[in-house]
């Protein structure tokens, strides 16, 4: 019998030990990696370098916030996802062995629609007591550059496009703003969700995270919020998805004042080398 024997780690693909943060994970061919336990490290995909960090809320090792990265057959195409789940403990365990084995079937594909239609459908027939996660889906194809992606009722990422030398959110950034962020999955059956294409270009860098970060509260209980993180972003080191997911947490837990994160914290940077 699949998975018998095997634990809620074991079953959500995430390996046992943890990375340490100067081990680059070098993703290969049909490979997916992720999960929602404590990680962080430099990653390497199909054409983008990447810096993931999953923070559940101490003292937990586990939380609401779920990454996955994956590779497909040709290692041409990567593929990014990173979603925030309703509900925790074998909740949360159970989606991620949900999203991991839907990616795994669609790994080969560069369209999405198949694959969020399947997860809105899961989540709709399985979820208990309407739970429903936001997510951020995206494919990118390291011969063109080009990324494809999906928001699922996400947080808009920041987007450094090097051209320019500047940061701006996704959403403000391209003429079909108020199509590009759909429904959370599980709520509605039949979600028609919208794909958007844009092109990276080299030296670009692209940060999605988790609502624990732009909901951080200062001690008077005032909200960063995504003006207050642009803000953070703008300020940022761009010469590496390291070293610009470091600081962006860095300034994070600074906005705090020290006090410790009131919500799971997770970022996946992203950039197309040079």
Partial sequence: MPGAGKSAREQAGVPAPRYRINSVVRLACMELRGGNHRAA????????????????????????????????????????????????????????????????????????????????????????????ATAFLASYCSSTGEMLFTNAGHLPPLWYRASRREWSLLNDATAYSKAIVDLPLGMIKGTAYTQTALDLEPGDLMILYTDGVNESEDRTGEQLGLDGLLEIARGLPVDSPTSAGEALLAATAGFRGGAPAADDETVVALERPV
Avoid: K
Wanted: glycine fraction near 10%; aromatic fraction near 8%; hydrophobic fraction near 40%.
């Fill in 41 to 132: 490290y430099p990653a390497e995909l199909p054409g983008l370098n990447a810096w993931i960090s999953c923070r559940p809320m101490g003292p937990a090792v586990s939380g609401g916030d779920l990454y996955y990265l994956s590779a497909c057959s040709n290692g041409v195409i990567a593929r990014v996802v990173l979603a925030d789940v309703a509900g925790h403990g074998e909740q949360v365990s159970g989606a991620a062995v949900q999203l991991r084995d839907a990616l795994r079937v669609h790994v080969d594909e560069w369209d999405q629609s198949l694959l969020i239609r399947q997860l809105n459908n899961t989540f709709l027939h399985t979820a208990p007591g309407g739970r429903y």
